[in-house]
């Protein structure tokens, strides 16, 4: 059988992607891999010193909704969010360190009004709080005292922002 064109063997065309890719999003990666124009320079680590700059943005966003996450270590996280319901603050803490970030929050004078076992080994606390005024330093108690973070400990920041419903 004559193929019409010399340069394509239809025999060998096919539906599947290259080896270790599933979808077509993948085979795209491999190309960017292969390129070095896709490659994106490393990010700066971020730590404390960068909590204050994050903390600006998020107080003086706006927004409907915003919300500041900032991850301290492999699973402490502390989420900061303003909306409808106010300043309200979410702690995810490792067993370890529950203790520690009970005894900020009882410092601050602030009491949670939720408290979950978060999965095996960590806890969820959630609270109310009344004003951004002093919210830096607070942040900042609760992560060297609370989550144990010292000045070049990694974290990483999220911000998120909202408008209308």
Known sequence: MKWPNPFVDYQKRGVELPPGCKDLMDVLHLERNKDPRWERPAEPATTLADVGRYLSRFVSSSAALG?????????????????KHGLRGFVVVEASRE?????????????????????????????????????????????????????????EFSFYEKNGA
């Open 99 to 155: 203790q520690s970030v009970r005894a900020v929050l009882s410092h601050a004078r602030i009491a949670p009004f939720r408290d979950d076992l978060f999965h095996d080994n960590a806890r969820l606390l959630q609270f109310a709080l009344t004003s951004t005024s002093d919210i830096e330093r607070f942040v900042r108690e609760l992560l060297v005292r609370g989550f144990g973070a010292e000045h070049a400990s990694p974290l």
């Open 67 to 83: 919300s500041l996450l900032i991850h301290c270590g492999t699973f402490n996280l502390l989420a900061l969010s303003c909306g």
